[in-house]
Nanobody, 110 residues
Framework: VQLVESGGGLVQPGGSLRLSCVAS????????MVWARQAPGKGLERVSRITSAGMTYYADSVKGRFTISRDNAKNMLYLQMNGLKIEDTAVYYCITQAHRGQGTQVTVSS
């Protein structure tokens, strides 16, 4: 299984970013997918999950600002992040089963 994230960057507070994750080596449509993040000096925090059936779940800290989605035809997972806050700064990971990508850095700063 290989997961490759992209789309991170530097953005001002209130800005938006769209993260992408391309998955290979698995039957993507059959798997629940998770976005998690790790801020400096902190543990891994689950941000959002989308089930194989398309049900979505969000951490309270991002509810109403982030939207998770998937394109099973393209083996792609997305995280649309709006209204970004400084505390959203972290490395964001795409996770499924016991596999995790290399992460993409999101920095929110003025």
């Amino acid at each position: 299984v290989q997961l490759v994230e992209s789309g991170g960057g530097l953005v001002q507070p209130g800005g938006s970013l769209r993260l992408s994750c391309v998955a290979s080596g698995l039957i993507f449509a059959n798997n629940d997918m998770v976005w998690a993040r790790q801020a400096p000096g902190k543990g891994l925090e689950r941000v959002s999950r989308i089930t194989s059936a398309g049900m979505t779940y969000y951490a309270d800290s991002v509810k109403g600002r982030f939207t998770i989605s998937r394109d099973n035809a393209k083996n792609m997972l997305y995280l649309q992040m709006n209204g970004l806050k400084i505390e959203d700064t972290a490395v964001y990971y795409c996770i499924t089963q016991a596999h995790r990508g290399q992460g993409t850095q999101v920095t929110v700063s003025s």
